[in-house]
């Protein structure tokens, strides 16, 4: 690593790179162009070829309107001063010591990955799998994409009580009819075309004022055209006490609409979703093939200070699946520092603790919480901390700050560098299928074909 410091005085712009092209890795790109203190370069890597991240791959199919961001995060990646480098995995293809080299400062943006388990018997039967490999398959990610799901199924449990929670179940019942408005992974609807699912529960430990949806997405089971949403009344019920010390709009608007659902009479839909409360699982059954054949249960009480706990009264959910959506954790980038515990970078500010020109941004920086927006002010508060540093003299000066270097560096490697006029291309061409299909996309979900539509 030089011993120099940037300084303006070097007489070239900042070299960024930004590790990570999902919402945080744009807001920051976009933080970076935006000011004027600097003259920036800022390439946005990720190892999958195509951008976005999260909005591509994790937003639920059926809700287009939140995906429409991309419009504001296509003016990012077409600024002359930012690249994006797709199918580069930072590791191999970028080290840390070359990245070092190449650039004066690297923020890291890639997200939490990875998912918590339940921690029971049972968990690693035939059908029980997380959320996040669930979305993943029905969003087209490449990783999951290749991966045979039948829905043999007719019962489905689903583990936790937050909006991705509430997203795969919604998937699970709605018709096909209803889906193909979406741009849902073609073979995904071809499989939830011949699903068997008939009943879906959402089980949360917890009670009702606990739960950690959003209300927008819990009125939706009320307006399913195929399924019924089914609540317990008693789960639902809250004492006079309590109920009086809610003061989170959220909260209450969510108690309103469960306990509509709760006194509705089911008009006999061919499916139903029902919304559990104050309920754990404790383990997942085996039907004698290696396969889940059933959910056990226990019954919880919330004590004084709000904590779930079991009663000993158990039951069992007839269910062949359990999908898992109890949280996200980030995993360790090679050569980066990384809090095993807590699933981030430790940073300080979004400053990486003991690495000068390091930074981070997004849910590997403050852990997964918040939506899509949240990041935007995480990214440009972590941006505001490089600036300064490098105002400040602080940032140590890359020896080899140019994108010709870099370009050098992935060749000479033979990595195929996926650049944002091939993702247009790609784009282009989705967009396309999927009007033939009177669809609003038709996604291409395989690395390999997708590295087949490119700039010519």
Excluded at 77 to 90: A, H, I, T
Excluded at 201 to 222: D, I, N, S
Excluded at 268 to 293: A, M, N, Y
Excluded at 420 to 436: K, N, R, T
């Amino acid at each position: 690593m030089s011993e120099q410091t940037f300084s303006p005085s070097l007489g070239r712009p900042l070299r960024v790179a930004v590790i990570g092209s999902g919402p945080s890795g744009i807001y920051a790109a976009e933080a970076l162009t935006k000011q004027t203190a600097l003259p920036v370069e800022v390439d946005v890597f990720d190892r999958l070829p195509t951008p976005y991240g999260l909005v591509r791959y994790g937003v639920a199919p059926d809700h287009l309107t939140i995906k429409s961001v991309t419009r504001a995060f296509e003016k990012v990646l077409s600024d002359p001063r930012v690249r994006f480098l797709g199918n580069v995995e930072f590791g191999t293809d970028l080290t840390h010591e070359e990245a070092r080299g190449l650039y004066d400062a690297i923020i890291y943006t890639v997200g939490a990955s990875a998912d918590r388990r339940l921690g029971i018997p049972g968990e690693d039967l035939r059908g029980s799998m997380s959320a996040t490999e669930f979305v993943a398959w029905y969003n087209g990610h490449p990783d999951a994409a290749a991966r045979e799901l039948v829905l043999n199924a007719q019962g489905v449990a689903v583990v936790g009580v937050g909006n991705v929670a509430l997203d795969v179940s919604r998937i699970l019942v709605k018709t096909v009819d209803e889906l193909r408005g979406s741009d849902i992974a073609g073979h995904a609807l071809e499989v939830l075309e011949r699903s068997q699912v008939r009943d879906v529960w959402v089980l949360g430990r917890r009670g009702a004022a606990q739960a950690k949806f959003t209300t927008k997405e819990l009125r939706e089971f009320g307006e399913l055209s195929a399924a019924d949403p089914i609540v317990k009344p008693a789960e639902v019920q809250i004492d006079e006490a309590t109920e009086a010390l809610i003061t989170d709009n959220t909260v209450k608007k969510n108690l309103e609409v469960l306990r509509d659902f709760a006194v509705r009479t089911p008009e006999g839909k061919e499916r139903r979703i029902h919304l559990r409360f104050l309920v754990s699982p404790v383990e997942i059954l085996d039907d004698g093939t290696g396969h889940v054949g059933g959910l056990k249960v226990e019954r919880n009480v919330l004590d004084e200070s709000g904590n779930a706990v079991g009663t000993g009264e158990y039951e069992v959910l007839p269910v062949q699946m359990v999908l898992r959506s109890v949280g996200y954790k980030g995993v360790a980038l090679p050569g980066v520092p990384f809090d095993e515990r807590r699933g981030v970078i430790p940073n300080a500010e979004g400053r990486v603790e003991g690495r000068p020109g390091e930074y981070t941004a997004g849910w590997i920086k403050r852990g997964p919480s918040g939506v899509i927006g949240t990041n935007k002010k995480d990214a440009v508060d972590t941006v505001a901390g490089l600036l300064a540093d490098a105002q400040a003299g602080a940032l140590p000066a890359a020896p080899q700050p140019s994108r010709e270097t870099v370009d050098a560096l992935l060749r000479g490697k033979g990595v195929d560098v996926y650049t944002y006029h091939d993702w247009q291309v790609l784009d282009a061409h989705e967009l396309a299928q999927g009007e033939q299909q009177g669809r609003p996309r038709a996604k291409v979900v395989h690395r390999h074909e997708m590295l087949t539509h490119r700039k010519g």
